[in-house]
């Protein structure tokens, strides 16, 4: 879907009509579980606090005055949800472990497995940064209104994220 598309659905949802904002559901829901669940290593909190942020956003969507920013600011609702629910549930970041599954896997999505293990080694911040650059594919400007650190501190974080994926694979 291109972004004059979604900028309709949004302005359409902000009039009230529901099927509008069902569609925008389904369409930004699973990108925000992953970034969740990236950001938390928890499914189940993940899964918690993106409906959650449907629910609120459901309510406060009419405020939004930009409809190309919806997707910048459903994100940046996100992350301070998962923040709050770490705080309030005592939580600590914790890696998402593979489960033992028997599933034939060809050779492009075990090196897909294997990327994603280094990146969650990562540090917090510079694990946000490559998600949503690489994975959720946001701009630097962006990702700069969701985590609301300056450009130039993204650059350096993502630098420093792609060096010791580097050092990493080496």
């Given at each position: 879907m291109?972004?004059?598309?979604?900028?309709?659905l949004v302005l359409e949802a902000q009039s009230g009509n529901e099927k509008a904002f069902e569609c925008l559901v389904?369409?930004?829901?699973?990108?925000?579980?992953?970034f969740a669940s990236n950001l938390s290593g928890n499914h189940a909190l993940a899964k918690g606090a993106v409906q959650d942020v449907w629910i609120s956003i459901s309510k406060?969507?009419?405020?939004l005055e930009d409809?190309?920013?919806?997707k910048g600011w459903v994100y940046r609702a996100l992350r301070w949800r998962v923040l709050d629910?770490?705080?309030?549930?005592?939580y600590r970041y914790q890696t998402i472990e593979d489960t033992n599954l028997s599933i034939e896997l060809d050779e492009?999505?075990?090196?897909?497995q294997q990327l994603r293990?280094?990146?969650?080694?990562?540090?917090?911040y510079e694990r946000s940064v490559v998600?949503?650059?690489?994975?959720?594919?946001?701009t630097l400007v962006e990702i700069a209104m969701i985590l609301e650190t300056p450009v130039g501190t993204l650059k350096s974080r993502l630098n420093r994220a792609r060096a010791s994926l580097r050092k990493q694979l080496l």
């Open positions: 291109n972004q004059a598309q979604q900028d309709l389904t369409l930004f829901h699973p990108q925000l579980v992953n406060k969507l009419r405020v409809p190309r920013a919806f629910l770490l705080k309030a549930k005592s492009s999505e075990i090196e897909s293990k280094l990146i969650n080694k990562l540090p917090d998600y949503l650059y690489y994975l959720a594919e946001f």
